[in-house]
């Protein structure tokens, strides 16, 4: 098993730059398929971004250019740094990674972009 637990949300305002964390219980080597994905109340959850092993990204459209994934392997985090947020950023944030074919969530960080 993997326990994934998210860090780094709160209110930010418009235009801020904040950066989520999510922390693997496991080293982050043996996890594959990582990512961010968010959702908001009475809505689907919908995928943000991920990272493969060799550190390939891919990113959603509606934060290509503002976000930016990536894996710290030497402190076993995955990092999400978020850039020229808007209202419509407004959501709870998830981290998920497979480990072993299973599909492993976080608790979620409130992510709130509010002047």
């Known amino acids: 098993q993997v326990q994934l637990v998210e860090s780094g949300g709160g209110m930010v305002q418009p235009g801020g730059s904040p950066r989520l964390s999510c922390a693997p219980s496991?080293?982050?080597?043996?996890?594959?398929?990582m990512g961010w994905y968010r959702q908001t109340p009475g809505k689907q959850r919908e995928w943000v971004a991920s990272?493969?092993?060799?550190?390939?990204?891919n990113y959603a459209d509606f934060v290509k250019g503002r976000f930016t994934i990536y894996r710290d392997n030497a402190n076993s985090r995955l990092y999400l740094q978020m850039n020229s947020l808007e209202p419509e950023d407004t959501a709870v944030y998830y981290c998920?990674?497979?480990?072993?074919?299973?599909?492993?969530w976080g608790q979620g960080t409130q992510v709130t972009v509010s002047s």
């Open positions: 990272v493969v092993s060799g550190g390939a990204t």
């Open positions: 998920k990674g497979t480990y072993r074919l299973r599909e492993y």
């Open positions: 496991r080293d982050i080597a043996v996890i594959n398929g």
